[in-house]
């Protein structure tokens, strides 16, 4: 079971950004990118919070800024 | 508890991190390519088109000045850093005494919770249009409905109980949401790129360029609009600026008025308020506080050789240029598409990525809002002896809340970024000529520990001159606060090195 969490989150990855990208270059038609790329957003929360949510944080980011 | 297990767990704030708790490279890479792809960044790559800056000053602009970014974190904080192994604020402690830290860190904390209401502002932007909520637009300095102050005060009051109860978890989830974050910026950018609808550089240039001299024309005084219909319905209140639009839109009715586009705009080509130099400037210092500030020793402590400090540029390019670029052409296809020249990051988003879209600038304003005010929680809770980090972080939460209600603070991001880097860089200049000149030009290092001091003259003399001065310059005279980082910076450590050897001679 623990493998398919990365194989479900990098499929929604693939949802991002592929579908734009035929669009961009193909005929993807626009509303159907939309779907696709929350159909991804989806897959992505499910497969990788269990992947990478509850990885021992190694790194002191305490400071780290995010701008 | 073994060594390798107490590593682990410890945060070595005081103390040098051991060998054992050093980290390969690859963890910087992946750390810097998710944290620069923020909420920060959907309100910056349009700032720069409605600023007037050309393509291609944008594409060799952020080029060189990411690459100076990286260069600083590199070869000026990252040395330091992996030799002294100390946090900055310890460092800082050691040199300027604890009083100035303190001061040092409120300065930081008060600038964090401006910078975090921006980010709630941007996370309201998106929030709103499910109720559509009337946005604001780059006019707006105060509220421009009850319903956006709303949507503002319950976004702002999740973001800032969640940083006081529950910063851990948010930034686990930040650690989840940043790669698919950085791959919906890059598809934003794609499929703007397609509604702008150029064939080749040629076009895209041409678009480009109308797209910002017509959103100078709207946005120039007397009209001070972001739409044509904004400025039809300007006409009907001041009917006597009638022949000032004709004149500055090259039509000769009311009629043709109406039907002006981005595309067929005709009036005259637009000012630039930012040429390469100023892009390159921008890019380069808008994290100075984090490599020539050198807060960013608290990273790169943990690194096995400065070499890791290559690892910025993986936020840089993904973050600050693909990002930044994505971000401005969603505006240049928006300007094309609907004539509204409002940088609201919710709508544009939409319009690009839809429901992936709202979610993400959702994300990207928490995510980039909750560290900065749980720092700035820490920050008042230095100040305030015996108080509680819950109390003060609601505190920092609070301020940043009300600040996020004006808009204001997000449409001028660009300018608050430089002022930001102007206050707090130049500390970063102590340390460094602390570190190289101590010695060569016969001070005490670290004085404010060897003397007993908890506040040292010399590094608030050579740290506040320059930042008064130069905070005059940005106010008064109207300087882009970008010019004034690299100035103060160095300013600093020369005075930090005169004063020094004025004030506390090295010790026999």
């Given amino acids: 079971m623990k493998i398919l969490f990365p194989i479900i989150a990098l499929v ?32 992505w929360v499910i497969g990788a919070t269990p992947w990478l949510a509850f990885k021992e944080d190694e790194l002191d980011k305490s400071t780290q800024d995010n701008i | 508890m073994s060594e390798q297990e107490h ?33 920060t960044e959907f309100m910056i790559g349009p700032l720069f088109l409605l600023a007037g800056v050309a393509l291609k000053d944008i594409f060799l602009g952020l080029l060189i000045g990411n690459l100076l970014a990286v260069l600083s974190w590199r070869y000026i904080c990252a040395p330091i850093a992996v030799r002294g192994r100390m946090t900055l604020y310890y460092q800082l402690e050691k040199i300027a005494g604890g009083k100035l830290v303190k001061f040092y860190n409120l300065a930081n904390g008060i600038l964090f919770c401006f910078l975090a209401g921006a980010m709630i502002t941007v996370s309201a932007t998106a929030v709103g249009i499910p109720f559509k909520i009337e946005m604001p637009t780059i006019e707006t300095v105060y509220p421009n409905s009850a319903a956006f102050v709303v949507i503002v005060l319950l976004v702002g009051a999740v973001i800032a109980v969640v940083a006081a109860k529950g910063y851990e978890t948010v930034a686990r989830f930040a650690n989840v949401a940043s790669p698919w974050m950085v791959l919906v910026f890059l598809a934003c950018g794609f499929v703007a790129l397609k509604q702008i609808g150029a064939a080749n550089w040629e076009g895209l240039n041409g678009i480009w360029n109308n797209t910002v001299n017509y959103s100078q024309a709207l946005g120039a005084k007397p009209f001070e609009v972001t739409s044509i219909q904004g400025l039809l319905d300007l006409l009907k209140q001041k009917p006597d600026l009638i022949p000032v639009a004709l004149e500055a839109f090259k039509v000769p ?133 015996g108080s509680s980090r819950t109390a003060m972080t609601l505190l920092a939460g609070s301020v940043a809340t009300i600040a996020g209600v004006f808009p204001a603070f997000a449409w001028k991001l660009l300018g608050f970024v430089g002022f930001y880097g102007t206050v707090l860089a130049p500390m970063g200049a102590v340390i460094f000529a602390d570190w190289y000149f101590a010695k060569k030009a016969g001070f005490r290092q670290f004085a404010a520990e060897g003397l007993g001091k908890s506040m040292n003259l010399a590094v608030a003399l050579a740290w506040l001159i320059p930042v008064a001065i130069a905070s005059y310059l940005i106010k008064v005279e109207g300087i882009p606060s970008w010019y004034c980082i690299l100035p103060c910076w160095i300013a600093t450590a020369i005075l930090h090195v005169i004063f020094s050897k004025s004030f506390y001679k090295q010790a026999i």
């Avoid at chain 2, 991190?17 to 992946?30: E, T």
């Fill in chain 1, 12 to 43: 929604g990855l693939g949802l991002t950004i592929i579908p734009p990208a035929i669009h961009l270059f193909g005929n993807l038609e626009i509303g159907t990118t939309f779907n696709l790329m929350t159909a991804g957003m989806v897959l």
């Fill in chain 2, 7 to 39: 590593a682990a767990n410890e945060e070595f704030e005081r103390t040098p991190v051991p060998k054992s708790a050093l980290k390969g490279p690859g963890k910087f890479w992946g750390m810097y390519a998710g944290e620069h792809a923020a909420g």
């Fill in chain 2, 253 to 385: 009715d009311m009629e043709a008025l109406a039907q002006v586009t981005s595309d067929n705009f005709q009036g005259a080509e637009a000012t630039s308020t930012m040429n390469l130099w100023s892009v390159v400037l921008f890019s380069w210092f808008c994290n100075s506080a984090m490599h020539i500030g050198m807060a960013d020793l608290s990273v790169f402590r943990y690194a096995r050789k400065a070499s890791s400090g290559w690892a910025a540029a993986g936020g840089m390019f993904v973050g600050h240029y693909m990002a930044w670029v994505a971000a401005a052409f969603m505006l240049a296809a928006q300007i094309r598409a609907t004539g509204s020249t409002d940088p609201v990051p919710g709508p544009m988003a939409a319009s690009v990525a839809g429901m992936a879209g709202i979610v993400c600038v959702v994300v990207a304003g928490w995510t980039t809002a909750n560290p900065t005010i749980y720092r700035a929680g820490l920050a008042f809770q230095a100040m305030i002896p």
